[in-house]
């Protein structure tokens, strides 16, 4: 029986639709549910200390106190916190937040087919609309402005580990904030691609998260535009979003059931 905290949220999603004039127009509509603090989860996906693009460091920038604001409210909500910054996991070898991910039986999960739409957007060039650099690993860690609580999260970029894990503490849903969006947030092993085919509840964080687009490819629209190009396609294709707002009024008092 669930003893978390009641969460009311209405996450938005894109489906096709008939207009008042009968022509076929995608439609954002409301997907209404409840949930348990304690049968949730909340992913932060390569939010790195550093990146080689320095406009993707800028951005990142201005979003790291709301994301360490989001994560620490929901952790003391009763949602489990995971730090998945891919590639560097040698950093907190021996830490109790890595160990505990570890310590999981491995059994490998039976996907779900899907379809899998092409992007709107192009990146094969690095998605990089700064100075021209090399596209290499610059990053050693997470990001240190955002905490890890080593008593209670868990640090690991294995999604089988994390699928194993989530079963085991009865998680439901995962919510995924962090870059880069049309990249590392959807075919990460632990990311949305292959949340929603093991059948999880997966809720994209939309106001938290970057797009690595670069305005001189197609479609040829600004950076900002190109990344609601891909939070409609993947609110279209794979999973509603909801912003960090909703989620921290989802744990205000007079919303408690």
């Known amino acids: 029986m669930s003893t978390g905290r009641h969460m009311h949220l209405a996450p938005r999603r894109r489906r096709l639709g008939q207009d008042v004039s009968g022509y076929t127009t995608w439609q954002t509509i ?16 390569d939010v790195w200390d550093r990146h080689w693009c320095r406009a993707a460091d800028e951005r990142l920038a201005a979003l790291l106190a709301p994301m360490n604001r989001l994560a620490g409210a929901l952790r003391e909500a009763g949602v489990l916190i995971v730090h998945a910054p891919s590639d560097t996991m040698t950093f907190y070898d021996g830490t109790p937040a890595r160990q505990r991910a ?3 039986p491995a059994m490998e999960p039976p996907p779900l087919p899907h379809e899998d739409p092409k992007l709107p957007i192009y990146h094969h060039d690095g998605g990089c609309d700064s100075p021209p650099d090399t596209q290499r690993n610059v990053w050693s860690r997470q990001h240190p402005a955002i905490h890890i609580d080593q008593d209670r999260d868990v640090i690991s970029d294995d999604g089988v580990a994390l699928y194993n894990l989530y079963h085991r503490r009865g998680i439901k849903t995962v919510f995924v904030m962090g870059v880069a969006t049309n990249m590392c947030m959807l075919e990460r092993p632990f990311a949305i691609k292959a949340l929603v085919r093991w059948g999880f509840d997966v809720i994209l964080v ?3 998260t970057d797009a690595a687009y670069n305005p001189a490819m ?11 190009l891909v939070i409609q396609f993947i609110e279209a294709f794979w999973c509603p979003s909801v912003t960090s707002h909703e989620l921290l009024a989802a744990l205000t008092p007079s919303r408690v059931a």
Not at 32 to 44: I, W
Not at 220 to 227: A, F
């Open 30 to 45: 409301a997907e209404p549910r409840t949930l348990s603090s304690d049968q949730a989860a909340l992913v932060l996906c």
């Open 102 to 104: 570890l310590d999981v």
């Open 206 to 208: 939309r106001d938290l």
């Open 218 to 228: 197609p479609p040829y629209v600004s950076h900002d535009e190109g990344t609601n």
